[in-house]
DNA sequence: TGTTGACTTAAACCATGGTTTAAGTCGTAT
DNA sequence: ATACGACTTAAACCATGGTTTAAGTCAACA
């Protein structure tokens, strides 16, 4: 296995250290490991890990519930079916925001229509 | 013109008041007039904007940008050309963060996927 | 050997977006 | 007359999601 720096995983996913640092502190990054010298090793595992962490994140799951799902993973596969749970409930929530998001995305478009459309003297 | 009250407000748009409240404080509902007692009156006007006040909310324009429109909004149709800037460079944000969600969303497709075709002792 | 750069920690700090509280003023129904 | 419900204010409070700071450790290079 490969392990990266902090510094790497930064770099990878464009996220500042002190991010990290912080989701660790808050259970979004379980069993990372030390070098002898302390310094956090990053496994792929752990990679792949904060990849969903921040797909989450993404779509805007709150830490809480982000921190809730990766101790589900931690526990180990007799928690799939509550895993499968929550994505699907998240997935019904990313698709209602994106959906309120669509919606009032057309009054803005109606602003610009009516802002491009003003031909002089006209409200 | 009809006037409302703030808890007509409130439950049209479902709203609590405290938080009309403090869009006013914060100049995103400005020039609100009030009754002899000091209530605040709700002109259409005023509900108009409101609602265009929640149609950036809704796609995520934190409060300083919104007041920045207001703002424009209240200053008169000289502005119309700044708001039109505005509302187009915050549709190309808003488009941008709509993909990131769906991007994202298939991550957690995945997993769904993954989850529902576990088909006893398999990772 | 010493200084530089990458890392560590705990704790303090910050911005954002509200919500809650306390104290008071009205208008109206009893 | 009074008591109730709807409203007002300013100020305090809160949660969320980080970011920044201060002080220290370590490895490697000059």
């Known amino acids: 296995m490969k392990y990266c720096s902090i510094s790497e995983a930064s770099a990878k996913f464009n996220i500042p250290e002190s991010t990290l640092r912080y ?3 808050k259970g979004l990054l379980p069993l990372i490991e030390r070098d002898e010298a302390g310094r956090r090793l990053f496994s792929e595992d752990q990679i792949a890990l904060l990849e969903t962490v921040i797909c ?3 779509t805007h799951m709150p830490i809480s519930g982000i921190k809730q799902y990766i101790d589900l993973v931690v526990e180990g596969d007799n ?3 509550l895993r499968l749970e929550m994505m699907k409930n998240h997935r019904q ?3 209602a925001e994106i ?3 669509t ?3 057309k009054g803005i478009d109606v602003k ?8 002089r003297k006209e409200k």
């Open 23 to 25: 989701y660790e502190k």
């Open 56 to 58: 989450l994140k993404n």
């Open 79 to 81: 928690t799939i079916e």
């Open 93 to 95: 929530a990313v698709l």
């Open 99 to 101: 959906s309120l998001m």
């Open 103 to 105: 919606e009032s995305l």
């Open 112 to 119: 610009i229509t009516r802002y491009t459309n003003v031909p």
